[in-house]
């Protein structure tokens, strides 16, 4: 069964190699075929449907049915790298303190701890579901989700047990913060040795990926040795690493997640020209989250200066309850191009194939022949609309 999309008035392939692409600077890395067309069919090896063929709508080829998607523009899907949709409880008190000149220091996570861990497994499935329905009829396709508010063997297991029915890249961060009730003279190191051990070996079988939330500057996050721990216990373990790091101070995040090879050296706000340098001669990618910054009154991190030095970018969504409640990848773009110094363009590749390195994963992120069939439909004739009509809900997931 092969399905022909047509009436594409700007299809952006995110593929540098395409032949017709736009060749001027705005479009510069996007490959946008006007009036294109687009095949999908089969399945791939877990059965999920594949693009057979892209191109210019009058050289498409015949397929099982068609349909004319009138005008708009096709986007690869949104792949948010980075999000904590697993947890119960609200924080919106806390939101509203920082507006007014509250820092943001990482002690409010224990309150939805609190409330994640007091919530049925029904309940927390539901909110989940709810999290991950608003990101595609937003344009995401492919999701990250951490564990991180359970904090418990038990707690963790089943948030990435959760987290695994929605999506492959789940990932471990029992190492997030010391939870509130293991704050105790001395039980800082007890908590490092059950994160390390019992919990990550129950964990392990559920996730892809390890990650820290490595951040001297805040009371209940861990330091650049407790942190390298965490990621080389996780690697024993069979995962792969992503670091949140540089998120309210310069520190050690960086250059560890270097060091170690992570995929992924996630925040990156506050950097100095070392931490430019290592991330410029290394695989590892610079994600930054721009709702952060929003939500926390904090600076924007300069994606230019990331640029210019040569270091891969991805933006991502960190959708979470503390420090960005919003699931909106439009709006991380619209927010990299006006606040941290990124092209229209730059931001769109940051937020599709961009997102797909972070996550190293070449089936997704890109409308190319072979990779799997994650389009977003933009209703406007062109993708540089999703910057322009910022807060306007013009983009979605395309449902096959
Ligand atoms: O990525 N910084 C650590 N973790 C989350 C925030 C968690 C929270 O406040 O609930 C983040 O910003
Ligand atoms: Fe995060």
Not at 53 to 80: C, H, N, Q, T, Y
Request: glycine fraction near 10%; charged fraction near 20%.
């Amino acid at each position: 069964m092969s399905m022909l999309f047509t009436g594409i008035a700007e299809l952006v392939t995110c593929d540098e190699t395409v032949e017709g692409a736009v060749t001027d600077p705005l479009h510069a890395g996007l490959g946008v075929i006007r009036d294109a067309a687009v095949v999908i069919g089969g399945g791939g090896e877990d059965s999920a449907p594949v693009i057979e063929w892209v191109g210019p709508a009058d050289k498409a080829p015949a397929a099982d049915w068609s349909v004319s998607l009138e005008g708009r523009a096709v986007i690869p899907g949104f792949v948010d790298s980075h999000s904590h949709l697993v947890f119960a409880g609200d924080r919106s008190a806390e939101f509203a303190a920082r507006m007014s000149g509250t820092p943001y220091d990482g002690g409010g996570i224990a309150v939805s701890v609190e409330a994640t861990r007091a919530a049925k497994d029904f309940e927390l499935r539901g909110l989940i579901q709810q999290r991950v329905t608003e990101m595609r009829s937003q344009g995401t396709t492919t999701v990250e989700i951490k564990s991180g508010y359970g904090l418990t063997v038990e707690d963790e297991v089943r948030a990435l047990r959760l987290a695994r029915e929605v999506t492959t890249e789940t990932t471990f961060l029992g190492a997030h913060v010391v939870p509130p009730d293991r704050r105790a003279e001395g039980e800082r190191a007890a908590y490092l040795d059950l994160v390390c051990g019992e919990m990550l070996q129950a964990c392990a079988p559920h996730a892809r990926w390890v990650d820290v939330f490595c951040e001297p500057a805040s009371p209940y996050a861990f330091d650049g040795d407790e942190s390298r721990r965490v990621l080389e216990a996780g690697r024993a373990a069979g995962l792969e690493l992503r670091v949140h790091g540089n998120q309210l101070s310069e520190g050690p995040g960086v250059q560890l997640a270097v060091e170690l090879g992570a995929a992924s050296v996630d925040h990156c706000t506050f950097l100095t020209d070392a931490d430019v340098d290592a991330l410029a001669g290394s695989d590892t990618v610079a994600t930054l989250l721009p709702g952060v910054e929003f939500s926390t009154r904090q600076p924007y991190p300069d994606a230019r200066r990331l640029i210019e030095a040569g270091v891969s970018v991805a933006i991502a969504s960190d959708c979470n309850p503390g420090t960005c409640y919003s699931s909106s990848m439009p709006l991380m773009v619209a927010l990299a191009v006006r606040e941290m110094g990124m092209t229209p363009a730059e931001a769109l590749r940051a937020a599709t194939v961009g997102g797909a390195k972070a996550l190293r994963r070449d089936d997704i992120g890109r409308v190319q022949v072979g990779q799997r069939a994650d389009l977003a439909v933009v209703d406007a004739p062109s993708w540089l609309h999703i910057p322009y009509r910022v807060g306007v809900p013009i983009v979605r997931a395309l449902e096959i």
